[in-house]
């Protein structure tokens, strides 16, 4: 099956620098790559995903990138604020009828210092 | 609020005891999944069910069992309680209950504490 991992754990960074998260998958056949973010005690959101026919995906600070043939995606926060710090969560899977499930990474805890 | 809502918010229970998490999708939501989200172990699929069938299964224990209901509320009935089994439990939802087709929304969880 699938195997998703990301790194780093945890990162920190200055408020107003760019953080960035990577993550790389097994399988592949997968061609579907969100990214979700988890604030304390809450649930996770989907904040931006990206599909394999598309090399990369903006939308206002965040972007994310893949790369097919190495079998990696990363999330790109530019410009970060305060309201950024939260668990990150990659995921992979295939859209197709049938074994469609997502396949989480562990998890990047980011955290902005003011 | 995503629409997704879950019952209980929190459960405390013992070993051995057998709990039911109730997890009502979104309007018009067909795809229901369940994950469990422990400290080590981050997000695991544990199981989807769409339009009332199984469609994909992960992880999930044979003391775990899951159903969709004609009305799309599905519940995740957990049995012979460990402490191993203390987690959030989440329920997401979509519209196809294909990955990549929409997007899943998730409910608020279930803490679930064993003891």
């Known amino acids: 099956g699938e195997n998703v991992e990301q790194h780093p754990s945890t990162l920190s960074v200055q408020e107003g620098d760019s953080a960035v998260i990577k993550c790389t998958y097994s399988?592949?056949?997968?061609?579907?790559f969100p990214w979700y973010k988890q604030e304390l005690g809450k649930r996770p959101q989907l904040i931006i995903d990206?599909?394999?026919?598309?090399g990369e995906k903006k939308d206002q600070r965040i972007a994310v990138t893949l790369n097919k043939t190495a079998k990696h995606f990363s999330l790109h926060i530019t410009e970060t604020q305060p309201e950024d710090s939260a668990v990150y969560f990659c995921a992979a899977s295939k859209m197709s009828f049938g074994n469609e499930k997502l396949t989480f990474g562990t998890g990047t805890r980011l955290t902005i210092i003011p | 609020d995503s629409g997704v809502t879950q019952t209980p918010k929190h459960l405390i229970t013992a070993t051995g005891q057998r709990v039911t998490l109730r997890c009502s999708p979104r309007s018009g939501d067909l795809s229901v999944y369940w994950y469990q989200q422990s400290l080590d172990q981050g997000l695991q699929f544990l199981i989807q069910?769409?339009?009332?069938?199984?469609?994909a299964k992960g992880n999930i224990l044979e003391r775990f069992s899951a159903q969709q209901f004609p009305d799309l509320h599905s519940e995740l009935n957990l049995s012979s309680l460990e402490l191993g089994d203390s987690a959030l439990y989440f329920c997401?939802?979509?519209?196809?209950?294909?990955?990549?087709?929409?997007?899943?929304?998730f409910g608020p969880g279930t803490r679930l504490t064993v003891l």
């Open positions: 997401a939802s979509s519209i196809t209950g294909t990955p990549g087709t929409d997007t899943q929304y």
């Open positions: 990206i599909r394999s026919n598309v």
């Open positions: 399988d592949s056949a997968s061609n579907y």
């Open positions: 069910y769409y339009n009332g069938e199984e469609r």
